[in-house]
T-cell receptor, first 114, second 114 residues
């Protein structure tokens, strides 16, 4: 069973704080993704990575950065949290090649910035 | 801009009825169209997916209908059950790019009334 875990289910931070969201997958997947989910907007891709130390911007990278030092771990960093970054953050992973393009999601981290 | 447009935003169906959710896209390079199901407090999970070389795919009570010329696809849930109450997301991907990024619709919250 594929498992994607996220370090926190709920997080409350103050404006201006540096925030780290951690994601770990146990299926040796090459690809990892960070999304944010907001009502009425669906899931929007922030960053993705298709290999260790590689990263690509998604649709809404502004205000975020990422780190992938190990294959199984993908971190999302909010350099200086702002109230408009209050959201649900979802991590996902997938493999490359084969017939399956399924992305496996973690349970999400609900971040509140006050 | 939203690459995949989804409607309706919310849907209420009686138990035993048919639930229909519609999606449309513009980019003809999309070649993989999955539907994800998300229950409260959980991450989305793949429900069913289709490639554009077929017009319909059925898995149990869930059917995707695909209209390539109209660039539309829909999810039909037959004999809807209260346990189907969830948020449904359509998505599209260009699998040739390798990282299989998904472009998600805005989601439909389905409520099945007993």
């Amino acid at each position: 069973d594929v498992k994607v875990t996220q370090s926190s289910r709920y997080l409350v931070k103050r404006t201006g704080e540096k925030v780290f969201l951690e994601c770990v997958q146990d299926m040796d997947h090459e690809n990892m993704f960070w999304y944010r989910q907001d009502p009425g907007l669906g899931l929007r891709l922030i960053y993705f990575s298709y290999d260790v130390k590689m990263k690509e911007k998604g649709d809404i990278p502004e205000g975020y950065s990422v780190s992938r030092e190990k294959k199984e771990r993908f971190s999302l960093i909010l350099e200086s949290a702002s109230t408009n970054q209050t959201s649900m953050y979802l991590c996902a992973s997938s493999t490359t090649g084969g017939l399956s393009y399924e992305q496996y999601f973690g349970p999400g981290t609900r971040l509140t910035v006050t | 801009q939203q690459q995949v447009k989804q409607s309706p935003q919310s849907l209420i169906v009686q138990k035993g009825g048919i639930s229909i959710i519609n999606c449309a896209y513009e980019n003809t390079a999309f070649d993989y169209f999955p539907w994800y199901q998300q229950f409260p407090g959980k991450g989305p999970a793949l429900l069913i997916a289709i490639r554009p070389d077929v017009s319909e795919k059925k898995e149990g009570r869930f059917t995707i209908s695909f209209n390539k010329s109209a660039k539309q696809f829909s999810l039909h849930i037959m004999d809807s059950q209260p346990g189907d109450s969830a948020t449904y997301f359509c998505a599209a991907s260009m699998t040739q790019t390798g990282a299989n990024n998904l472009f998600f619709g805005t989601g439909t919250r389905l409520t099945v009334i007993p």
